[in-house]
């Protein structure tokens, strides 16, 4: 069989690189090979969207295509190292980025991570699911509950501008591979928001609601003008539920994760201090996640204390990943015993901000 293939390598950073460009005979090579295999899986490694999990993939959708066009049943790509979304095209499925596996990145972005199955037939794949997983210290783990609820949103907001649908089923996402009969009806279920007014009384809003796993917003019905802002969860583990993988730094025994108390869900974060130990004890996040400074984001939860001295919640925004601390925002500090005490706060980036984290710490009574 002829191989011709246009190589574009060079050098650069002590690696090889190169660039699969697919010629003529190649496309005829892909349309040979129809008879011989049942299914034929083309991989493709597509460096030009590092990072990017919404890039406008102008080349990475080009060189999938190409490949189908010329015979394969499916298209798995990766490099990017983050999560990408799937394609339908022409009845053949298309992986833009699984994310990273098993790597040494640390980058949010590059945490959360899926592995495709896929049930195939003679007339190619006929069926195909991923499960999420996070990358937890270099080590791929299931997730399940609201860690995996949350990569397949993602992966369907992602798939969705590919003209793709991805449905959530039980832990894991499922690829629609045919429209028209691949979804099927759906139930609603209404909300009703107690509104409160802002200065004024000319203004009102809600408290923020959370879409439980596997909903998603359908409609808005208000007496007047109404609008709604929809957001996503940046925190993905805030509720500190046993999801299989947690981005919390938890040091000692005096940072742990507690199943005997909980203010929603099963689980909370317990932080302790004696008068023998008068340094601070402090939990935050392993990595930073991204921000944009034009966004708005709204902070919510609740603190429960006994006999605590500065319990405190502080959000960082940072221009960089290793420095760069902009600033701090202290959005919640209570001392003393205080029953669970719920708090949501807007809050606004710096311009400068690229990056947020979470830093939850309280003093010795």
């Known amino acids: 069989m002829d191989r011709s293939y246009s190589w574009d390598a060079g050098v650069g950073k002590g690696r090889e690189r190169c660039r699969w460009t697919p010629s003529t005979s190649?496309?005829?090579?892909?349309s040979g090979s129809a008879p011989i295999v049942d299914v034929l899986v083309r991989?493709?490694?597509?460096?030009?969207?590092?990072?990017?999990?919404?890039?406008?993939?102008?080349y990475a959708r080009e060189m999938a295509h190409l490949a189908v066009d010329a015979g394969a049943d499916l298209v798995v790509a990766h490099?990017?190292?983050?999560?990408?979304?799937?394609?339908?095209?022409?009845?053949?499925?298309i992986a833009y980025s699984l994310g990273d596996f098993i790597f040494d990145k640390e980058e949010y972005e590059t945490?959360?991570?899926?592995?495709l199955a896929c049930r195939v037939g003679p007339e190619g794949v006929e069926e195909a699911y991923f499960h999420p997983a996070f990358i937890e210290d270099y080590v791929p783990k299931p997730v399940v509950?609201?860690?995996?609820?949350w990569v397949v949103r993602l992966l369907a907001e992602l798939s969705a501008r590919e003209g793709t649908v991805v449905l959530p089923e039980g832990e894991v996402g499922r690829i629609v591979l045919d429209p028209s009969t691949g979804v099927e009806e759906r139930t609603t279920?209404?909300?009703?928001?107690?509104?409160?007014?802002?200065?004024?009384?000319?203004?009102?809003?809600?408290?923020?609601?959370?879409?439980?796993?596997?909903?998603?917003?359908?409609?808005?019905?208000?007496e007047?003008?109404?609008?709604?802002?929809?957001?996503?969860?940046?925190?993905?583990?805030?509720?500190?539920?046993?999801?299989?993988?947690?981005?919390?730094?938890?040091?000692?025994?005096?940072?742990?994760?507690?199943?005997?108390?909980?203010?929603?869900?099963?689980?909370?974060?317990?932080?302790?201090?004696?008068?023998?130990?008068?340094?601070?004890?402090?939990?935050?996040?392993?990595?930073k996640?991204?921000?944009?400074?034009?966004?708005?984001?709204t902070l919510t939860g609740a603190v429960l204390t006994e006999n605590a001295q500065q319990a405190t919640v502080a959000v960082r925004w940072y221009q960089g990943r290793e420095s760069g601390l902009i600033r701090q925002d202290d959005v919640v500090a209570l001392t003393g015993t205080s029953p669970w005490t719920p708090f949501s706060v807007e809050l606004m980036p710096p311009p400068e901000a690229k990056l947020c984290g979470y830093l939850l710490h309280a003093l010795s009574p």
């Not at 190649?26 to 892909?30: L, P, T, V, W």
């Not at 509950?145 to 609820?149: F, P, S, T, V």
């Not at 609008?227 to 993988?245: C, I, P, R, W, Y």
Request: glycine fraction near 10%; proline fraction near 7%.
């Open 26 to 30: 190649d496309r005829g090579e892909f």
């Open 43 to 58: 991989h493709l490694p597509l460096r030009r969207t590092e990072f990017q999990p919404g890039a406008e993939r102008v």
């Open 79 to 93: 490099h990017p190292h983050v999560l990408q979304g799937f394609e339908v095209y022409r009845g053949k499925l």
């Open 111 to 115: 945490l959360p991570t899926v592995v």
């Open 145 to 149: 509950g609201e860690a995996a609820d």
């Open 189 to 222: 279920r209404p909300i009703s928001l107690p509104l409160r007014a802002l200065s004024g009384g000319c203004l009102f809003y809600s408290e923020p609601v959370w879409l439980a796993p596997g909903e998603f917003l359908a409609g808005l019905d208000a």
């Open 224 to 287: 007047g003008e109404a609008s709604v802002q929809v957001g996503t969860d940046l925190l993905v583990f805030g509720g500190f539920e046993a999801d299989g993988a947690t981005l919390w730094e938890l040091n000692s025994q005096d940072e742990q994760i507690d199943s005997t108390v909980a203010w929603e869900g099963l689980q909370s974060l317990r932080l302790t201090r004696t008068n023998a130990n008068t340094s601070r004890v402090q939990v935050r996040l392993k990595s």
């Open 289 to 297: 996640p991204p921000v944009l400074p034009e966004r708005s984001y």
